[in-house]
């Protein structure tokens, strides 16, 4: 199957400052790429879709200049969050799909603490 | 917005017995995934179901489509240590994005 990494698998950071992650898919080209917030025992919620070449699509709810979304390449998609604080606290997961529509591959995920 | 809940929200069953979660939308979906997360990881997809009423099998675990598009469930025979984890429907109206379900978190009992 395909395979997506994200680094760092856990980052721990002060609050204010910005911090970077990166998902990426191995052996395949993904023109569009999901972003994901998981608390404790809950679900997926879908942030953003991530789009090669072009903005992304922000949920509703979510900050676009809090959450810095890029995909330069067909591989490679980074989420800046921005000025974080404790509440940006959380469980960060990327994911693409093969083909538009289909299965998605998910990244082992971020867990971002925010002291 | 659209909304996809699950049901129930915790399971537990004693090895060997069965277990089934349900998945419900209040819009008429295109196509429904299911994925499966064990603690500590990632969701790992299961299968797709398109067609209304559709239903498909994977050794002991069943996937049903409503025939309204609405709704869908997973129904796991003799339940073994290995299902530990939660399990999430994922569901689209038509766009590429998915909306996951709330997930049923299901513990098995030896």
């Known amino acids: 199957g395909a395979v997506v990494s994200q680094h760092p698998s856990r980052v721990i950071c002060k609050s204010g400052t910005s911090v970077k992650i990166e998902c990426r898919s191995l052996?395949?080209?993904?023109?569009?790429m999901f972003w994901y917030r998981q608390f404790p025992k809950q679900s997926l919620m879908l942030m953003a879709t991530?789009?090669?070449?072009?903005?992304?699509?922000?949920e509703q709810g979510v900050e676009k200049d809090k959450f810095l979304i890029n995909h330069a390449s067909l591989t490679l998609s980074t989420l800046t969050v921005t000025s974080a604080h404790p509440e940006d606290s959380s469980f960060y997961i990327c994911s693409a799909p093969l083909i538009a529509g289909s299965e998605q591959y998910f990244g082992p995920g971020t867990r971002l603490t925010v002291t | 917005g659209q909304q996809v809940m699950q049901i129930p929200q915790y399971q537990h069953v004693q090895e060997g017995e069965d277990f089934t979660t349900y998945c419900n939308s209040s819009?008429?979906?295109?196509?429904i995934q299911w994925y499966k997360q064990r603690p500590g990881g990632h969701p790992v997809f299961l299968i797709q179901l398109v067609k209304s009423g559709e239903v498909k099998k994977q050794k002991r675990l069943t996937f049903q489509f409503g025939e309204a598009k609405k709704n869908s469930s997973l129904h796991i025979t003799a339940t073994q240590t290995t299902d530990v984890g939660t399990y999430f429907c994922a569901a689209t109206s038509g766009t590429y994005k998915y909306i996951f379900g709330t997930g049923t978190r299901l513990k098995v009992l030896a």
């Open positions: 819009t008429t979906l295109s196509n």
């Open positions: 991530s789009n090669e070449g072009s903005k992304a699509t922000y």
């Open positions: 052996d395949f080209q993904a023109t569009t």
